[in-house]
């Protein structure tokens, strides 16, 4: 099963995923609709810092067993059986935020989905954009390579081959050839020197 | 084939997309596609670069910052960006007037070997309007004195540009009360880059209005000059036939094409390939002939005074590569993609870089001065005659065969056609066999399907008796798509065709490049000062249906501010604001009698125009 697969070390904090997370998820489905609807669409997926002021893409990981799902009392939260996919039905939820305090990763919120009704809202993995054979809106956003839609072994065995190769062919001649996303990594953590050395 | 016919009404860009993939060339078309979804806080104006407290952006789905690390909200950020397309849309356009004005000064202090006054009537005329007495001296001394002058408009001596004074002395007292008279050309677009940066100018109202100033002083300025001076240094354009598509390609001549804006240095490319030493070199080498043809605005201005044929628009200018027949492309500046140059190294098309200004990789530099350019020239022609020995005849694939255009229409040619005064056009829009007048201007862009937004827009308007006038890529859509012969007259509506066999014209009227948008000022002010209204009462309206560039909004700027009704079919980055996106379209109409519309469909644009232009024919009492 294909799911979202996150790369931090890749993320450049453009925020693009959840714009076009929210745009995915509101009625219209365009920039400018979604803006000007009623009740605005929320992205699922967010950017924060870590204490070392690396950028982390957080969304859900749709977990197996999921404590959200456990911890929902009204079976809001549900499996779908086919896809394996998280979802969540709104319309049975009681805003009591069991989910949200049960889950690791801290990627539930509570906001208005219809009028004067808050319901929780998470990543549904785009299954309706995933029906029509597109990727999630977040991964076709990404134009870093920190999203990626594909199989976790899959990608893992790729992972693991290249990191073969990387310390058979030396890593000494890796580094004397960084990519434009190294030299960026390699600015951040001077930054980050400098400012543990001054706290 | 049917994937392209999505993204273009085009035969020949059709054909050559399916070349290009089989060469395993990328286009705008694939390079759009990689690039979705693009930014969307860029696309909607609420993503700021401007200083280094940022980058910030504004979350307009409400659950992230509201205000830059500055402080300044959606409305500001908003209309900053905006404001600053606009003073780099009328940089470039001024930039380009401020090249043709050193060459006339060159002209005048004798500095040249190649330039010279062609239209000294037009001289004359222009150097009174400046207040330079021309009675009994030379045309080189007018020249020197009103090229001096003109650089004072570009400069911070005056009140008023000179040519604010064609408009309506009504119109005059709107910028006045509004405070958006243009000063100097220069000094609006820096003053606009001034209020943009941090902490300066704060409201959005305020930032806008400044971006007016900037457009009008392209508009009345930059544009203006750069057009007026171009004819008198080569030419005022009177009417002609010549030929648009890639089929005026030839497959046994050395096909040279001039890309970019300015004549400065397409001009002196047709009198080397004019040359007869150089048609014999070209027969030496085997071709039977040099064939110069144009692209974009470069095309434009060579089609306008040489009627030199047209080979393509901006999204046709990397397939134009791909027909593999193209000995040498010599550009200046605007609107060519880099990726040409990329493009080229993969068939043996040379490609050449002349400004100064402008330099692109895999292209040769050979640059142009007053001084050098008749040299520059004759160089250039000759390496692309010595190229075409290297053109492989089994890649070499010429689309369609050409298709007949009318060009020429400069404000003279349009009055000469009209015997001498604007009068029968003035009846026949008073008579309702011409209902109006639109300016159908602006670009190509990817994210519309090529040419499909003028030409269905342009069918529209005429077939309601709506008289077109085409500049920059439009005139090589309406001109493919047949719209600009005479006979096009059949698809016009009874009056407009009327009109159109009496005089023997196209319904849809090419006036040039677009810094010719100037022209269809000219033509407006014209008609407004005849009539003794304003322009805003006027049954006028202006169109960018695939617009993309900076220039394109400083255009429609100075249009909207001129009174002139503007529908967009391309959303500018301005939805993250909801009070910007009311000022544009509607706010403005109480300060100018005139605003902004976005319709991306060519068929409600045109229903808009015509119901805008109803209005206009209603309220000066006239049938509708």
Redesign the interface.
């Given at each position: 099963m294909k799911t979202v697969i996150v790369k931090p070390e890749r993320c450049v904090g453009?925020?693009?995923c959840?714009?076009?997370c929210?745009?995915a998820h509101s009625t219209s489905k365009t920039?400018?609709g979604?803006?000007s609807e009623s009740i605005?669409?929320?992205?699922r997926i967010r950017i924060y810092l870590s204490s070392g002021k690396e950028n982390f893409p957080n969304k859900c990981r749709h977990c197996e067993p999921a404590p959200c799902e456990m911890a929902c009392i009204t079976k809001a939260i549900y499996r779908e059986t086919k896809s394996g996919i998280v979802l969540l039905n709104q319309d049975r939820c009681i805003n009591c935020g069991m989910c949200a305090m049960a889950c690791p990763f801290a990627v539930v919120r509570y906001y208005p989905y219809i009028l004067n009704r808050e319901a929780a809202h998470k990543c549904d993995q785009c299954i309706d954009r995933q029906k029509e054979g597109k990727v999630p809106?977040c991964v076709?956003?990404c134009k870093a390579g920190a999203l990626l839609f594909d199989e976790v072994n899959k990608k893992m065995d790729e992972d693991t081959e290249k990191l073969a190769s990387l310390i058979y062919l030396g890593i000494r001649q890796r580094v004397q050839e960084p990519d434009t996303f190294s030299s960026l990594i390699a600015y951040k953590q001077q930054l980050n020197e400098i400012r543990r050395r001054q706290s | 084939m049917s994937e392209f016919k999505d993204l273009t009404i085009c035969k020949d860009a059709q054909i050559m997309l399916k070349k290009a993939q089989e060469d395993g060339i990328e286009t705008a078309w694939d390079r759009l596609k990689k690039q979705q979804p693009q930014c969307g806080y860029c696309e909607l104006g609420v993503s700021c670069r401007i200083c280094a407290m940022g980058p910030c952006r504004i979350d307009p789905f409400g659950e992230g910052p509201q205000l830059g690390v500055c402080g300044a909200d959606a409305d500001i950020i908003v209309a900053r960006n905006l404001a600053r397309m606009v003073a780099a849309g009328s940089a470039s356009h001024s930039d380009h007037g401020r090249d043709i004005v050193e060459v006339l000064h060159k002209i005048g202090l004798d500095k040249t070997s190649g330039y010279n006054i062609t239209d000294a009537v037009k001289l004359k005329s222009v150097a009174g309007e400046y207040g330079i007495k021309t009675e009994g001296i030379s045309e080189k001394e007018i020249a020197r004195q009103l090229a001096e002058a003109m650089m004072d408009d570009y400069g911070m001596k005056k009140d008023m540009l000179t040519f604010v004074g064609r408009v309506p002395k009504q119109r005059i007292d709107v910028w006045k009360k509004a405070r958006v008279v243009p000063r100097g050309i220069d000094r609006e677009v820096t003053e606009m880059m001034h209020r943009t940066h941090m902490g300066v100018d704060n409201n959005y109202v305020s930032i806008l209005l400044q971006a007016v100033r900037s457009s009008l002083a392209d508009g009345y300025g930059g544009s203006m000059i750069g057009t007026e001076l171009s004819d008198i240094i080569f030419g005022t354009p009177t009417p002609g036939m010549s030929e648009i598509n890639l089929g005026v390609l030839k497959e046994d001549q050395v096909n040279i094409l001039v890309h970019g804006h300015s004549p400065i240095v397409s001009e002196m490319i047709y009198i080397a390939v004019e040359d007869k030493e150089m048609l014999a070199l070209a027969k030496s080498k085997g071709a039977t002939g040099i064939n110069l043809a144009g692209l974009c605005c470069s095309g434009n201005e060579m089609m306008m005074r040489k009627k030199i044929p047209m080979a393509g628009n901006h999204l046709m200018t990397e397939l134009v590569i791909v027909t593999g027949a193209v000995e040498a492309i010599i550009v200046d500046y605007q609107c060519i993609m880099p990726s040409m140059g990329q493009i080229s190294q993969c068939y043996h098309t040379k490609m050449y870089t002349t400004s100064d200004k402008a330099k692109f990789n895999f292209m040769e530099h050979v640059e142009f001065t007053p001084e050098n350019a008749r040299e520059q020239a004759f160089k250039i022609v000759r390496e692309a005659i010595e190229n075409y020995a290297r053109r492989d005849k089994n890649r070499v694939l010429i689309p369609d065969a050409p298709v007949k255009s009318m060009t020429g229409f400069s404000v003279e040619a349009i009055v000469g056609a009209l015997g001498g005064t604007l009068t029968p056009l003035i009846d026949a829009i008073n008579a309702g066999k011409i209902k109006g007048a639109v300016g159908v201007v602006g670009c190509n862009n990817p994210k519309i399907k090529h040419d499909y937004g003028h030409v269905e827009l342009i069918k529209g308007l005429i077939a309601n008796d709506i008289l077109v006038l085409t500049t920059g890529c439009v005139n090589v859509a309406a001109g493919k798509a047949g719209l600009q012969v005479p006979e096009a007259k059949e698809m016009a509506g009874p009056g407009l065709k009327e009109i159109c066999g009496a005089l023997g014209i196209p319904p849809s009227l090419h006036v040039g490049s677009c810094v010719d948008n100037s022209r269809i000022m000219v033509i407006a002010a014209a008609l407004a000062n005849a009539i003794g209204v304003d322009i805003d009462q006027l049954p006028l309206a202006a169109a960018a249906p695939e617009w993309y560039s900076e220039k394109a909004v400083a255009i429609a700027f100075y249009a909207m501010a001129s009174g002139i009704y503007t529908v967009l079919g391309i959303m500018p980055p301005i939805g993250g604001s909801r009070k910007v996106v009311d000022l544009a379209t509607s706010g403005l109409n109480d300060v100018f009698g005139a605003c902004f519309a976005v319709e991306p469909d060519p068929v409600k644009s045109c229903a808009l125009i015509t119901a805008h232009i109803a209005a206009k024919r209603k309220a000066l009492g006239l049938e509708v």
């Open positions: 453009c925020h693009q959840s714009f076009q929210a745009v920039s400018m979604a803006i605005l669409s929320k992205p809106a076709e956003a | -």
